[in-house]
T-cell receptor, first 109, second 117 residues
Framework: GQNIDQPTEMTATEGAIVQINCTYQTSGFNGLFWYQQHAGEAPTFLSYNVLDGLEEKGRFSSFLSRSKGYSYLLLKELQMKDSASYLCAVIDSNYQLIWGAGTKLIIKP | GAVVSQHPSRVICKSGTSVKIECRSLDFQATTMFWYRQFPKQSLMLMATSNEGSKATYEQGVEKDKFLINHASLTLSTLTVTSAHPEDSSFYIC?????????????FGPGTRLTVT
């Protein structure tokens, strides 16, 4: 079966750095997305990785290792507005998007 | 970036009635649109995938006669919840994939919160 694992919840301090991990086992791989979702709102795109390595975009970076079936989202200089759920999603061999359950990130002052 | 709209944003209806939700891609053509449902504190659950001009493909466990999907054009898809019941109360989100999009990114609408009383 297809499976995407990410921690259910994480807590971090304003101004700090947090890394949210995602491991996946899917039938094929055509890319991995990270989305941010605030409560009561639709997901918004953060990053897309299809090749191994680190993609940096401002305070957010995303890393992929296809051989390990592993990705992480790195958030720097955390702000209170970063409190949200972070969803990892993988495109499988049928070009379907397989979603993880999401990681709820709580930022404390 | 690509923009997807949904209407209405919130709807309250009585049990037994039907509700139609519209999803539009505003500045691009969408070959494929997706309908998701999300219950509180849970992840997105894909309900169905629709391609313009063809019948929708429903995920296992989703009743196609209850959740009617129409994708009549490259910019519009509709989801009709027929004979709604309180257990259908949920956050419904559509997304669209652009014709020329190479990385299969989905652009999400803002969602529709349905409450069935």
């Amino acid at each position: 079966g297809q499976n995407i694992d990410q921690p259910t919840e994480m807590t971090a301090t304003e101004g700090a750095i947090v890394q949210i991990n995602c491991t996946y086992q899917t039938s094929g791989f055509n890319g991995l997305f990270w989305y941010q979702q605030h409560a009561g709102e639709a997901p918004t795109f953060l990053s897309y990785n299809v090749l191994d390595g680190l993609e940096e975009k401002g305070r957010f970076s995303s890393f992929l290792s296809r051989s390990k079936g592993y990705s992480y989202l790195l958030l720097k200089e955390l702000q209170m507005k970063d409190s949200a759920s972070y969803l990892c999603a993988v495109i499988d061999s049928n070009y379907q998007l397989i979603w993880g359950a999401g990681t709820k990130l709580i930022i404390k002052p | 970036g690509a923009v997807v709209s949904q209407h209405p944003s919130r709807v309250i209806c009585k049990s037994g009635t039907s509700v139609k939700i519209e999803c539009r891609s505003l500045d691009f053509q969408a070959t494929t649109m997706f309908w998701y449902r999300q219950f509180p504190k849970q992840s997105l659950m894909l309900m169905a995938t629709s391609n313009e001009g063809s019948k929708a493909t429903y995920e296992q466990g989703v009743e196609k006669d209850k959740f009617l999907i129409n994708h009549a054009s490259l910019t519009l898809s509709t989801l009709t919840v027929t004979s709604a019941h309180p257990e259908d109360s949920s956050f419904y989100i559509c997304s669209a994939r652009e014709v020329q999009e190479r990385n299969y990114e989905q652009y999400f609408g803002p969602g529709t919160r349905l409450t069935v009383t």
